[in-house]
Nanobody, 122 residues
């Protein structure tokens, strides 16, 4: 069983930056594809970014390309989401997730964190 704990959310002005972290425990972190998702009230959770087990491949949702960067440190069992040039429409609860499948856009994730709120003011 893998436990995931996100941190780093908060309130930021439009154009600002935040770095989210997700610390994993209880499993072999390097064996999991990791992803970030986000959800706003009344909407389905949506994919943001994913990274392969050894960081060779990353994929992003179109609206965050060029602004967000996913990375991981397998020695620290942590995945990050650097968010730059934030927009009010980026406001959401952000979740990290772990998948036992190889990296891809539409893979199944087995474990989820509890989420961290990101609020971008205009």
């Amino acid at each position: 069983q893998v436990q995931l704990v996100e941190s780093g959310g908060g309130l930021v002005q439009a154009g600002g930056s935040l770095r989210l972290s997700c610390a994993a425990s209880g499993g072999t972190f390097s064996s999991y594809t990791m992803g970030w998702f986000r959800q706003t009230p009344g909407k389905e959770r949506e994919f943001v970014a994913t990274i392969s087990r050894r960081s060779m491949f990353t994929y992003y949702e179109d609206s965050v390309k060029g602004r967000f960067a996913i990375s991981r440190d397998n020695a620290k069992n942590t995945v990050y989401l650097q968010m730059n040039t934030l927009k009010p429409e980026d406001t959401a609860v952000y979740y990290c997730a772990a998948s036992g499948q190889r990296v891809g856009i539409d893979i199944k994730y087995d474990y989820w964190g509890q989420g961290t709120q990101v609020t971008v003011s205009s």
